[in-house]
């Protein structure tokens, strides 16, 4: 089966500027979950979907993020305006039986904010 | 509230020695710990996990780790390291959250590097 996918995999903005992140998950997998990794620190939850509705946003840090899930399948991650704190590492993970089954982790989106 | 630390940032091992690396966490009911590895432009993979049972947990790539109730740690074990183990490792808690979903609490993470 097809893994967790992630695009772009790095992208370098502008303060200012506005980026969406996509993540597809594993097909069938009804939770999704976004972390991030800002550099030299941990990786942090941001929110959880179960298919299109969010049932935990309780780590997006402002709002200036807004992340969307469309039909419960592909998921975006929309930060506007950019500011230079927000670069780092955006994971997407997704499961289908909750974390005890097991998270699948994509590969990241490298943000940069210059 | 949940935490995980993880106290060496960075660790050099030869290949072929031994591999500990260290993970204490904070959370005040049963937790569920698991070990994950991000290799270079991958995704973290899950090494192993521990939810109840038998403290002593085995993973893949030789990895075992072992739960130590009474010194809060989840320290990840390998006998022999062997250079492609070179990434970074990260140990995490579970917790359950509103709604009953649940989230991982990460440590910082332990970069290894492998010298031949």
């Known amino acids: 089966e097809a893994g967790v996918t992630q695009f772009p995999s790095h992208s370098v903005i502008e303060k200012g500027q506005t980026v969406t992140l996509r993540c597809d998950p594993i097909?069938?997998?009804?939770?999704l979950y976004w972390y991030r990794r800002v550099m030299g620190k941990e990786i942090k939850f941001l929110l959880h979907?179960?298919?299109?509705?969010?049932?935990?946003e309780s780590g997006m840090p402002n709002n200036r993020f807004l992340a969307e899930r469309t039909g419960g399948t592909y998921s975006t991650l929309k930060v506007q305006p950019a500011e230079l704190e927000d670069s780092g590492v955006y994971f997407c993970?997704?499961?289908?039986?909750?974390?005890?089954?097991?998270?699948?982790f994509g590969s990241g989106t490298r943000l940069t904010v210059v | 509230a949940q935490s995980v630390t993880q106290p060496d940032i960075h660790i050099t091992v030869s290949e072929g020695a031994s591999l500990e690396l260290r993970c204490n966490y904070s959370?005040?009911?049963?937790?569920?710990l698991f070990w994950y590895v991000q290799s270079p432009g991958q995704g973290l993979q899950l090494l192993l996990k521990y939810f109840s049972g038998d403290t002593l947990v085995q993973g893949i790539k030789g990895f075992e780790a072992e739960f130590k109730r009474s010194q809060s740690s989840f320290n990840l074990r390998k006998p022999s390291v062997h250079w492609s183990d070179a990434a970074e490792y990260f140990c995490?808690?579970?917790?359950?959250?509103?709604?009953?979903?649940?989230?991982?609490?990460f440590g910082t993470g332990t970069q290894l590097k492998v010298e031949l």
């Open positions: 097909s069938g997998h009804d939770n």
């Open positions: 979907f179960v298919k299109e509705s969010k049932q935990d």
């Open positions: 959370y005040g009911a049963t937790p569920y």
């Open positions: 995490a808690v579970a917790t359950r959250v509103t709604g009953g979903g649940n989230k991982l609490t």
């Open positions: 993970a997704s499961s289908q039986g909750g974390l005890l089954g097991g998270y699948t």
